[in-house]
């Protein structure tokens, strides 16, 4: 989930828009939009920074470990052609 801070500063900052006659309820209109805010992003398939360094990582040792394997087989395959 994105940072509390970000989403009431979202919030804030459209509630602060809004005219001036409609002060009275900006406590309402910032919890109102916070929910509505959150409850979006909560249907959008997002990750934490954390969990997309995670599996960063994880597809960098993959991938080295996929480059070292297909320099294997070529070894493997040039052997058995020279013993052919």
């Known amino acids: 989930m994105l940072d509390p801070k970000i ?6 900052r459209i509630t602060e828009s809004m005219p001036e006659g409609l002060v009275k309820i900006k406590q309402d209109m910032e919890d109102n939009m916070r929910a509505g805010i959150e409850k979006a992003l ?3 398939n997002l990750v934490t920074r954390e969990e997309f360094d995670v599996q960063s ?3 960098a040792r993959t991938r080295e470990k996929l480059e070292a394997l297909e320099k294997q087989v070529a070894e493997l395959e040039k052997r ?3 013993t052919q």
């Open 57 to 59: 990582a994880v597809l």
């Open 42 to 44: 909560a249907r959008l």
């Open 7 to 12: 989403l009431d500063e979202i919030s804030k």
């Open 80 to 82: 058995l052609l020279e």
